[in-house]
Every structure is written in C-alpha cells, then in structure tokens.
C-alpha cells in the first residue's frame, strides 16, 4: 500500500539548510566580528596606535604650550607620554592604583582628598580612565575638590571601543556627549565644559574633554 510522506519527511531537508546556514553565519560572525570591529589605526611618531590613542596623543600636545603650575595626571598606569610632554613646563605628579615606576604616589580616583589636598592642582589630567571607573559620579567629584577655583581637566574617554580588560582593571562604561555633560556639570558642577568628539560626530571612537571649575 502506497504510504505519503510524513511531515518530519518534508521539513528535514528544509530545516537541515536552515540549520546549516546559521551554523555557517554564527562561525563567520565568531571569526570576523572581532576583526570588523577592532579600532582603525595607523603609523604614529613612528609606531602603530588605534584612532583612539592617537587623538588622546595630539589632544595632549594641543596643550603643552599652555600647561603650568601644578598638574596631576590621574589613572597614569604605564603610560609615560604626559609626563614626557610636560614635565618640564610644570610640577608634575603622576598617580594610579598601583605602584609603578611611573607613578608618583598612589590613590583611588575615588578618594583623591585623601591622598592630595582640596583646591592644590592648576591642571588634572585623565585620559582613558572613566571607563574603568565603576563609580564616575565619585571620581568627578574628587577631581572637582582637588582643582584649584579656575582649574582645569583635560579628560579623554573611549565612546565606540572594544572592552578592554586586564588583572587589574575592569570596563565598566561607555559615555555619549550629553553623557559627560550631566556628569561634568551637573554631577561635578564645572562651569564650561567643551566636549570634541573623535571621528564621525554621529559614531565617535572616543570624546576629548576640556572642563573648567568655577573661579
């Protein structure tokens, strides 16, 4: 007796190209995504850095001429470029987490008034910290207290960027412009605040931050 095909019969081959072609998708984003989206970059003073670093780099040297007085470089971990550029202009103090040859003196970016003295820096420098920040509301008012009335902070932070973590530190954020702006004015209380974004202004890599405290 002539028997029809069962259902399960009709579906298998369809489902198995189904099944087949998200397999094939799902390895092709796994291997390509990651690649897709790694930070362009290019050759820099002679070495290979991502967009980000490089605006970091040239946002810092748009303000060697003008840095003075005392200035401390805050979450400065390995990186010896700010001192490079403006120890010779000012009284540079350097300070991380953690003890490093590069670091002056120790402290937590959530705590700073412990470590340094209220209204005792002309300049603050931060530059690819807050995302490692878990509590920015803390870290900004530190850094407002320990600004003399008038300083300034020269901030920089990642927007579109991988996560990138260490044994030490952590990724906790990713802040738009309007973003930085409550943080900088109205949790911090900065009077002028100029926020430049790097890279198209719709989908920047990262945000550059000029922050002053009110006289």
């Excluded at 670093?53 to 003008?66: P, T």
């Excluded at 932070?157 to 409550?182: C, I, K």
Aim: charged letters at 25%; a negative charge; hydrophobic letters at 40%.
């Amino acid at each position: 007796m002539f028997q029809g095909r069962s259902n399960a019969d009709t579906v298998a081959p369809g489902r198995i190209i189904v099944e087949g072609m998200k397999y094939i998708f799902s390895s092709l984003y796994r291997v390509l995504l990651p690649v897709l989206v790694k930070p362009p970059g290019r050759f820099y003073k002679g070495s290979y850095a991502t967009l980000v670093r490089i605006g970091a780099m040239c946002f810092l040297e748009s303000w060697q001429d003008r840095i003075h007085g005392e200035v401390l470089d805050v979450g400065v971990g390995t990186r010896s470029y700010s001192r490079q550029l403006f120890q010779d202009r000012c009284n540079y103090t350097a300070t991380d987490c953690f003890e490093h040859p590069n670091v002056d003196a120790v402290s937590d970016i959530h705590h700073l008034t412990e470590v340094f003295e209220p209204e005792s820096f002309d300049f603050v420098i931060c530059i690819e910290v807050f995302e490692h920040v878990s509590h920015p509301w803390r870290a900004i008012q530190e850094i407002y207290a320990i600004l003399k009335p008038s300083g300034t902070l020269l901030l920089t932070t990642p927007f579109n960027y991988r996560l990138h973590v260490d044994e030490q530190v952590r990724d906790y954020w990713r802040m738009s412009a309007d973003g930085l702006r409550v943080l900088l004015q109205e949790v911090a209380g900065f009077d002028e605040v100029e926020i430049t974004a790097i890279g198209h202004p719709e989908f920047p890599f990262s945000h550059t931050v000029v922050a002053r405290k009110r006289r």
